[in-house]
């Protein structure tokens, strides 16, 4: 929604800026007003994302884009502009890092070993659990990209030809959830996890694995 068109000529600029800047929230003002006062001395900052103090109390976000024409002496002669409400824009902006966050810190604090991976196979998110159950190295954990990861994680498990091909499975036939065990080197168990990332619209976004040490059961199993 645009909900303000200007259009004016010098004897107007600063009565029509100076009402406009009383509807700016208090802590956008000056910067509102030091980027207008700019573009009319020819500095190039003519677009700004700022706030508006609605008289009913509400909060609009809002994007302001203008051009101030000057004059063969260079002084403003002539400005147009628009003002487009964002808000709802900011405030998806806002629930999402608000649910990235929730989420980051829900993987962090998890006993599982976690890796969120997009459909191209570039990791989105994983947890210190993960890098430990595996002893990842610490170039490939910090690498987005997951082939050098996978390698090494392929070569730790007892059987990697069995696990490369469970990979390349699920990754070729996003809709299937996927349950096994694998058994790693080093005598631990885990139960691994996979499920599809889909969106409420039905997108596929990649896929996300869960692995869960079980050592201490199957050993407990084996006895009885």
């Not at 000057?70 to 649910?99: F, P, Y």
């Not at 390349?168 to 599809?196: A, C, K, N, Q, W």
Request: contains cysteine; charged residues 30%.
């Amino acid at each position: 929604e645009t909900f303000r068109i200007f259009e004016l000529t010098p004897g107007q600029f600063q009565p029509t800026h100076q009402n406009f800047l009383d509807l700016v929230h208090p802590d956008d003002r000056e910067k509102v007003d030091q980027a207008f006062n700019l573009s009319l001395n020819q500095q190039s900052v003519n677009s700004l994302e700022h706030r508006l103090l609605m008289p009913d109390g509400r909060i609009k976000f809002v994007e302001e884009q203008w051009q101030v024409f000057h004059d063969a002496h260079g002084r403003a002669c002539r400005a147009l502009g628009t003002c487009r409400d964002i808000t709802e824009r900011k405030q998806a902006e806002e629930e999402l890092r608000w649910k990235t966050a929730f989420l980051e810190a829900q993987v962090s604090a998890s006993i599982d070993g976690i890796l969120v991976v997009d459909q191209q196979g570039r990791k989105l998110l994983q947890n210190q659990r993960m890098v430990d159950l595996f002893q990842i190295p610490r170039q490939f954990a910090d690498d987005k990209d997951d082939s050098g990861q996978l390698q090494w994680v392929t070569s730790r498990t007892v059987n990697p030809e069995a696990f490369a091909t469970r990979v390349h499975h699920l990754f070729t036939h996003p809709e299937e959830i996927g349950r096994d065990e694998v058994e790693l080197t080093d005598g631990t168990v885990l139960d691994r996890y996979s499920s599809p990332v889909v969106g409420k619209d039905g997108r596929y976004y990649g896929r996300i694995w869960a692995f869960h040490d079980i050592t201490a059961r199957k050993k407990k199993d084996r006895k009885s």
